[in-house]
């Protein structure tokens, strides 16, 4: 017999299952599956993953630089002496700044908008951290920024946004190109195709 989430008769383990289903990438039968496995492993992988989700929750957060994910008030990419401070690569999320590390062609700093502009959601500029970017090319004398946002019509509205707002005209303002499909999100390309988009960056 096949059980289905409601079947179980079981809260906890039910409102285990939902929220596994609520991962990206995961339904209710592979969510059912991984919470059958941690549950025959107990000892092993679910109770060191609980220790590990709390521990890291209680010490992961946002960047106060960048917005990046990690360990300190100041992620260690801001802290890294050898980075460029007069570049910025501005993306819309925290995974848009692991893509790119992972082609280690890029040697600037970043800034995480926090989304793109997005009317049918009811995204607006002051919804993103538009202005903390700005004040961040007076603030840094940024020479380059970098619009390292998806290829879709809200990233392209963003990107038209933000430019219009950088009234600097000694910053330089390129694109993704060469590479970037149109309608291609930046966190699921190949690390070659972000590494060709970084070098064939044009104006915008």
Known sequence: MTYGMNDTNNGSLDLLIKQLSSLPGLGSRSARRIALHLLTNKDKLMLPLAKSLEHTADIMQHCMSCGNLDEGEICRICRDPKRDRNTICVVAGVADIWAIERTRSYKGTYHVLGGVLSALDGIGPKDLAIENLLEN??????????????????????????VDQIDNEDVIITRLAHGMPVGGELDYMDDGTISTALRARGGM
């Open 137 to 162: 090319i007076k603030d840094n004398n940024v020479t380059e920024v970098i619009l390292a946002l998806s290829a879709t019509v809200d990233g392209q509205s963003t990107a038209h946004y933000i």
